[in-house]
């Protein structure tokens, strides 16, 4: 059994500009780190002065795909197709810590939005659909899907049922196929959740220019109005 991992690095943050009211944690994709969304996280610090960002780390792990090799990583990945074994205990404990940071910023009565790519955007679905136990305000998921999804009806978390999900996906998506964030987004929408999916032509698995317009608007709608709930 491969669980071999190192010490988590500390966040990279990004102090707000004035007093601070809300707060986005993004998380990063698999071989990643937060230096990967750096200029994303200063993008919204520029855009929006009363709010922080924080920029978890994953710790370096051997993974189950290729054994002997180490990535940052989120939670192990034993494969890259449909049906292959997930990491059951691994996305619990990576989305009950995700869900520390979270609550620690709720305490300050602020707005949370937390969002990720790739693995990231995995980690924040389950985070905020089964973890974290105070009110999320926002969950971005770029493309990436629910995990571990055939046993979502039984567990998810209630409190962030009317949370805005946007789910963003490239059509061309060649690691982590536009039908995974379909069939999410679906299951949401099923269930009565507040998701959204965007879809973006010829876009692969990154971010275009088109995509961020809209995510920046869609923090805006968020980041500069009291919840209201």
């Not at 500390?10 to 007093?19: A, F």
């Not at 200029?39 to 929006?48: A, D, I, P, R, T």
């Not at 973006?200 to 109005?225: A, S």
Request: net charge negative; with cysteine; charged share 25%.
């Amino acid at each position: 059994m491969i669980e071999t991992q190192t010490e988590t690095p500390l966040p990279s943050v990004i102090e707000s500009q004035q007093e601070t009211k809300s707060t986005v944690i993004l998380f990063h994709g698999l071989g990643q780190t937060s230096e990967a969304l750096m200029n994303f996280g200063q993008k919204v610090h520029e855009s929006f002065p009363n709010t922080k960002v924080i920029l978890p780390n994953a710790p370096m792990r051997e993974m189950g795909y290729k054994p002997g090799v180490k990535r940052t990583a989120w939670f192990n990945v034993f494969g890259f197709t449909l049906g292959t074994k997930e990491d059951l205990e691994g996305i619990k404990q990576a989305g009950e810590k995700a869900a520390k940071i979270i609550e620690e910023e709720k305490k300050q009565d602020r707005i949370v939005i937390i969002g990720g790519i790739s693995q990231g955007g995995v980690l924040s679905l389950q985070t905020a659909l089964r973890s974290c136990k105070s009110k999320i305000d926002g969950v971005l998921a770029l493309s990436c899907y629910i995990p571990l999804i055939s046993t979502l009806g039984s567990e998810f978390s209630e409190i962030n049922k009317r949370t805005p999900i946007l789910f963003c996906h490239g059509d061309e998506d060649d690691v982590i196929p536009l039908s995974w964030a379909e069939g999410s987004h679906n299951v949401l929408s099923e269930k009565k959740f507040n998701s959204k999916l965007n879809i973006y032509k010829g876009l692969k698995h990154n971010v275009c220019d088109e995509e961020m317009k809209d995510i920046m608007i869609w923090f805006g709608g968020i980041l500069t109005k009291k919840d209201t709930d």
